[in-house]
């Protein structure tokens, strides 16, 4: 089968180098790909948002499965316009995906499923927020409802500090996704991420991970896109993912279907695993970066064969999704001045001396040029390796890190600390 992958970062190498051992794949077709992905697939060019150009690259190609990466085009409605086109998309279309889209869209839904997550309120003005502010107590929480690449959100330890946030907001300090906002509650606990496969109906666990925000060291520094993970995440023991599935994630997924606007793909919770119990932060609607690339380390199945399954609404008729018993990591290499912004250029080498010993390395933000691997992100490289155990796989990580030239980049020492210290 003809397979068309959308995007260009470490998750999508992850998801192309996985396609690509599909004895079901016939051809990969990427864009806009990356110098990692090429690896695995003829690149592309089709200009990102134009729907009607991608339904004509699909006819040309006679693609047979959409696989969309980011939430962008998932929250544009470029499923929607496929699947009216008759071609079958790994997920969701854009109503669903509201539950990345907008917080409070998820908020009001959970507040209709009951579904366990922090105590809101939706607001469309500071002069109505602010007032409100003294209803959650500090820290208080205060988001903006729309997509703001991971930096809408502001956790607040003074009142100043809140007002000021909530004023940013409408500001347009995050552009358009301000317009709204939502203040919540702030929750104590650990986070972890719980990723589920959905095919509008069926829903079944597809593996645990924790990711890093914070830049630096000692999870200090400003927040980014996530700066190293881990799978599986034991912190999420099989109680804890049992009551995730029946109070959370089944919830979620039988409320959309009722609505009549099913979800279908990847439903990625980002949890809070409080003394009471696992409660949503927010969703999702496509796999973690880098979470992604240790779930696909892990994942022993044939992606292509999932994947079209789930896009064809017949998740239900496979057999559940196998993992390795080991541990995956992955370490992210960024460049400096990230997550502000980040040198460009420079020349990266070694790659292949540093997955010699069975690391594999992501490309999250390459570019060739003139026939040399050079830096063109934030985040650069996602350093990945397996192990017996979580130590094995950072030893083994970090081991291959070491091997890689590429003078500007930075990378976090303490990926999986949590973990480890508990071990
Ligand atoms: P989000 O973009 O919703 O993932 O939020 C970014 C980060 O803010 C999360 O990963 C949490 O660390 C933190 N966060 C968001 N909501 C809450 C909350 N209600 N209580 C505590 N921390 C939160
Ligand atoms: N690593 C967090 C995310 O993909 O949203």
Redesign the pocket.
Known sequence: MNVLLLGSGGREHALAWKLAQSPKLTKLFASPGNPGIAEHAEIVEIKDGDHRATIDFCLKKTIELVVIGPEAPLVDGLADNLRTMGFAVFGPNKEAAQLEGS?GFTKDLCAEANIPT?RYERFSSAEAAIPALANFGLPV?I?ADGLAA?K??V?AETSADAEAAVEGMFDGNFGKAGAEIVI????VGE?ASFFALVDGETVVPFGTAQDH?RVGDGDTGL?TGGMGAYSPAPVLDDKSIDRVMTEIVKPTVETLANRGTPFNGVLFA?L?LTESGPQL??YNVRFGDPECQVLMMRYKGDLVELMYAIAQGELGGMEKPRFSADSAMTVVMAAKGYPGTPEKGCKIDKIEAAEAKGAKIFHAGTASEDGKLVASGGRVLNVTAMGKNLKKARDAAYSAIEKVDFADGFYRSDIGWRELERS
């Open positions: 917080k922090a929480v988001k991971g809408g959100v956790i919540e509650e702030f929750l986070e925000k927040n980002g809070m932060i927010e």
